[in-house]
């Protein structure tokens, strides 16, 4: 039992590492989020009047990408480059190769989180509660989960050409359409039907719940959706795996 | 060893880095909303008055004293400086933090012009109160009363619309219910010259108007020419929410107003923006010592499309309006239609306030525009006037604002509900 947890520790150690030295990936994918934020959430902020709003939407929107990329993108080139079939001959059980994208990937979300709030309260003059700062620094980061698990399906569906491409034809117009970039109220109602049938939707609103921005439908419904999403995504991972594994 | 401090020096920073980030600010034993307030110079929504010291009880304005009385209260030094009632927007449009971005400019009420009705609805709870807030009151209209795609329906809000003048009592009674304080209905006159949205008839105005008054409502009309105006006047409106420059305002009009003793809003700062353009830059950006923030500044900068659509005796004809309907003692409010291109809540309220100076008015009156005046207009009987039972939302200025209207942009302090917020 002790030897199990210390091979996801390592595992976990050792993605974050390799991570960690591959500043070409790292650095553009936590400034991505915080450029993006800075350019539409605060310089060209059109909608007016709403410096928390802007930056729960933003934080959403930065919090998907290392979830998909992190996984998408590294799964396949480990599975291109034959390190999935390494790592699955080895002793090591799959779950920590799993487990350790997920903490890397949570990582970096909060990175990105703790820079677009001292971006938001520095240039967007936010204030929140303190508890507000922390519910929603919880409720960001648990609800990268989903975002993952398609990454994760991604990862192991696509070639790694393929899959960095991919990730954004899901991840930015995923993210348009539940209001992230604009406003909910300001998009067509089609729109609106749209962002129901999406993860990133209910995500978003369960970070505005926090503030009192949501659009006041029921958090269960949200959290029940993301679970429900999640469940289905790992029947759908298993399905997929277990037919790699052929 | 090495990694633990590692992990553990990293959520240190994580965990200050949480702690430090602004939070709102709180009451305390330092600022609690009962005290005395004095010596000042008292305008008290009409006129200086002759008392000095505020007394004031949980949020409530309970007494005014010549000399300091001998009081266990909190004693707060007003050091001979100016104090006027919190001001009152006339039109605003608020969502998001509007609430907050107003009070932080001493508007401590607005009155909504059209705005999301559950958004109204979190606000009316807390307005009746004097629990700490640092957000303005609310006041609002709700949904408005429009013609189906007429203006009003292209914000991306659901607005029911007015098809016929017999749905107009039903219509009503909709706003209502979804707790519209007054009704605001959007017309635009058959042949009015200019290029517009549709709009409900002139009987579905008059519809409108009466079903309101029916529900003992006011009805308030959004116009943009002087045939619209005449028509609103003609159907009952109780107050203008816009002024026109289509053509100055003619002697009929003016009889008529005075008659029916109809308000107008005339948010000049908005149509500044349409016709001229210049005020923000005078008034504010070339003050440096203002702080306006980025969520401001970015609305004060937008400006409408084709500004330079309209002939420039437009402008003249707007204040020349402006200065005859005060002239005939119709009643002129301050309200300043923000966020809309051109203005920034809080902000151009005082802007506001200097283009009626601008258009003739008193700075007494442009001050009563924006305290008692409203405050009588929209009927909200516990503000707007420094008086006994009112609530202690208050502004102190450093120098008198009969002087000088501009003292407004830099408030001394900011009291909401008697706790100060600034």
């Known amino acids: 039992m002790r030897n199990a947890t210390a091979i996801y520790l390592k595992e976990s150690h050792y993605d974050l590492v390799s991570l960690w030295r591959t500043p070409g990936f790292f650095l553009p994918a936590i400034l991505f989020p915080v450029v993006f934020y800075i350019f539409f959430g605060i310089v060209f902020n059109f909608s007016a009047a709403q410096g928390e709003y802007m930056l729960v939407s933003y934080a959403c929107f930065g919090m998907m990408g290392p979830a998909f990329f992190n996984y998408a993108t590294a799964v396949a080139s480990d599975r291109a480059h034959g390190w999935l079939t390494l790592k699955r001959v080895s002793p090591m059980p799959l779950g920590a190769y799993v487990a350790s994208k997920f903490y890397s990937s949570q990582v970096f979300a909060l990175c990105i989180a703790l820079l677009l709030f001292v971006t938001g309260a520095l240039f967007a003059d936010v204030e929140m509660h303190l508890w507000q700062w922390g519910t929603l620094s919880v409720i960001l980061l648990l609800g990268t989960l989903p975002f993952a698990l398609i990454g994760l399906l991604m990862g192991l569906c696509l070639s790694d050409k393929a899959a960095p491409a991919m990730v954004n034809l899901i991840y930015l117009p995923m993210a348009f359409l539940s209001g992230l970039w604009v406003p909910i109220q300001f998009l067509p109602d089609t729109v609106r039907y749209i962002a129901f049938a999406l993860p990133s939707y209910h995500y978003s609103q369960l970070a505005h719940a926090v503030i009192g921005t949501s659009q006041g439908q029921s958090l269960w419904l949200h959290i029940a959706y993301l679970v429900l999403f999640c469940v289905a995504m790992f029947g759908v991972i298993y399905w997929r795996y277990q037919k790699l594994s052929r | ?422």
């Open chain 2, 1 to 422: 060893m090495k990694t633990k401090l590692i992990i553990l020096a990293v959520i240190t920073l994580i965990v200050a880095t949480l702690l430090l980030l602004p939070t709102p600010q709180q009451p305390n034993a330092s600022n609690d909303n009962s005290f005395v307030l004095g010596p000042v110079r008292i305008f008290d929504g009409e006129r200086v008055i002759e008392a000095n010291y505020i007394e004031i009880n949980e949020g409530i304005i309970v007494a005014l004293h010549s000399n300091k009385p001998d009081l266990s209260l909190r004693w707060v030094d007003g050091a001979n400086q100016w104090v006027i009632p919190g001001l009152i927007d006339s039109h605003v449009h608020a969502w998001g933090d509007a609430l907050e971005q107003s009070v932080e400019r001493g508007v401590t009420t607005v009155i909504d012009m059209f705005g999301d009705p559950n958004f109204l609805a979190q606000s009316q709870a807390q307005r009746a109160t004097t629990e700490f807030t640092t957000a303005a009151d609310m006041y609002g209209a709700g949904l408005l009363m429009t013609a189906p795609d007429g203006h009003g329906t292209q914000y991306g809000i659901d607005v029911s619309t007015l098809d016929s003048p017999e749905q107009a009592a039903q219509l009503v009674q909709q706003r209502i219910d979804a707790g519209s304080d007054f009704i605001k209905i959007v017309y635009t006159a058959e042949g009015a010259g200019y290029q517009h949205a549709p709009s409900i008839s002139k009987a579905g105005l008059e519809a409108a108007i009466a079903a309101a008054h029916q529900q003992k409502r006011l009805a308030v009309v959004h116009i943009a020419d002087y045939n619209s105006a005449v028509d609103a006047v003609a159907a009952g409106a109780d107050g203008l929410v816009h002024s026109f420059f289509n053509q100055p305002i003619t002697d009929e009009l003016l009889t008529m107003m005075q008659a029916n003793d109809v308000f107008v809003i005339p948010t000049t700062v908005v149509y500044e923006g349409m016709l001229r353009g210049e005020i923000n830059d005078e008034v504010l950006f070339n003050e440096s010592q203002l702080d306006i923030s980025r969520a401001a500044q970015s609305t004060l900068n937008q400006s409408f499309p084709d500004t330079n659509r309209f002939p420039e005796h437009y402008y003249e004809n707007l204040m020349e309006t402006t200065q005859r309907m005060h002239d005939a003692g119709v009643r002129v409010l301050a309200g300043s239609d923000a966020p809309n291109p051109n203005t920034a809540h809080g902000w151009s309220l005082v802007v506001e306030m200097l283009l009626l100076q601008q258009a003739g008015m008193s700075a007494e009156a442009v001050l009563t525009a924006a305290t008692a005046g409203p405050a009588d207009a929209f009927k909200l009987t516990d503000r707007g006037r420094i008086q006994v039972g009112n609530k202690a939302d208050l502004l102190v200025l450093t120098e008198s604002p009969l002087d000088s209207l501009e003292s407004l942009l830099t408030p001394a302090m900011i009291w909401k509900n008697g706790y100060r917020i600034r």
